[in-house]
C-alpha cells in the first residue's frame, strides 16, 4: 500500500503569536495544496494521523477547504486536540465529526488507537512517542517508539502523530513512522522544516517530501522569547548561587539572595526573585506559628 502519511496540521482561524503572516489561512492553504500535489503526483491517498485542527471546533471555512482540496483518496483520524476534553464520545460536538461524515474517517478508540482496512498489520496511534528515551523529558509520561513496538508485538507497522518531529524508527523489520507536524506555530521550531512521508508499505521505502513553509517570524514576539529566555537563566544562576551555600558571608540564604539581587539590573528578575524571597519567608512564619 503506497500513501502519503501526515499529522498534525493544527488548523486554526487565529494566526500564531510567532509568525507574521500577511495571510494566515492561505499560508494554511498553500501546506495543504503542496500536500495534495503529492497525492496527484504519486497516485495515492492522504492520511491525517490526528490533530487536523488546533482545537475542538474552527471555522466552516476551514472545513470546506479540506473538502474541497482533497476531493477523494483522503483518509483521517482524530487526535486530542481535534476533540473536547480530549475525549473519543465528544466527535459529534466537533468540527472532526464533519469532516468524518464527508471524508474517509478511521475510527479510533479512547486511546486514539486506529486501523485502516488498506494495510491489515499496521495500527495508526495519536499520542506522543518519543523517538528515544534521550528524546524524553524526564516528567513526561510518553513511550518510546521501542515501547510502542513491544506494546503491539502483531503489528509491523505503527504509524503515529502527536510528536511534532519527525522520525523514523526500524527494529528487527518492523517500523514506527511519525511524520512530525506541517507547519511552524511555535518560535522554538523556527528551524525545522516540514514534512511529510511518502510510505510503500509492500516496497518497504519511505521516502521524506518537504513542505514549504516560508514563514516570516514576528520579530517583537522572537525578542519577548528571547529576554525570557535570558531572564530565566539569570533567575536559575542566582538560585544555583544561592543553593551553593546556606550561609554566604554570614547571612542566611535568604540575606545572601537578597545580596545578590542588589546586583541585578533586571527589575522582571527582581521582581519575581522578591515573590519567591517574600513567599518563602511567609511559609517559614506559618510553620513557626
Not at 3 to 28: G, Y
Not at 63 to 77: H, R
Not at 104 to 124: L, V
Amino acid at each position: 500500500m503506497k500513501f502519503i502519511h501526515s499529522a498534525d496540521w493544527h488548523l486554526r482561524p487565529d494566526m500564531p503569536p510567532c509568525r507574521n503572516d500577511e495571510n494566515w489561512m492561505s499560508s494554511q492553504k498553500n501546506i495543504l495544496n503542496q500536500i495534495n500535489d503529492y497525492s496527484l503526483k504519486y497516485s495515492c491517498p492522504v492520511f491525517c494521523n490526528g490533530d487536523i485542527c488546533e482545537s475542538p471546533r474552527i471555522p466552516e471555512e476551514y472545513l470546506f477547504m479540506v473538502m474541497e482540496i482533497f476531493q477523494k483518496d483522503f483518509f483521517l483520524m482524530a487526535g486530542n486536540h481535534d476533540l473536547q476534553y480530549h475525549a473519543i464520545e465528544n466527535l459529534p460536538r466537533s468540527s472532526v465529526g464533519v469532516l468524518s461524515k464527508a471524508v474517509n474517517f478511521i475510527e479510533c478508540n479512547d486511546q486514539f488507537e486506529g486501523s485502516w482496512s488498506k494495510i491489515p498489520d499496521a495500527i495508526f496511534v495519536h499520542r506522543l512517542i518519543f523517538p528515544s528515551e534521550k528524546d524524553k523529558p524526564p516528567t513526561d509520561k510518553g513511550e518510546t517508539a521501542e515501547e510502542l513496538l513491544d506494546r503491539y508485538p502483531d503489528k509491523k507497522w505503527i504509524f503515529t502523530g502527536d510528536y511534532h518531529h519527525k522520525f523514523i524508527f526500524k527494529k528487527d523489520g518492523r517500523y514506527v513512522v511519525n511524520p512530525g507536524c506541517t507547519n511552524i506555530q511555535k518560535i522554538d521550531m523556527k528551524d525545522y522544516k516540514p514534512s511529510v512521508y511518502l510510505v510503500d508499505t509492500e516496497a518497504e521505502t519511505i521516502e521524506e517530501l518537504p513542505l514549504n513553509d516560508p514563514i516570516v517570524f514576528s520579530q517583537s514576539y522572537e525578542l519577548i522569547v528571547t529576554h525570557k529566555k535570558e531572564r530565566n537563566k539569570r533567575i536559575t544562576a542566582l538560585i544555583e548561587q544561592v543553593k551553593s551555600s546556606t550561609v554566604i558571608n554570614g547571612f542566611s540564604y535568604l540575606d545572601s539572595w537578597l545580596e545578590i539581587l542588589e546586583k541585578e539590573n533586571d527589575n522582571n528578575v527582581r521582581k519575581y526573585s522578591m515573590d519567591v524571597i517574600n513567599k518563602i519567608k511567609e511559609l517559614n512564619n506559618a510553620k513557626r506559628k
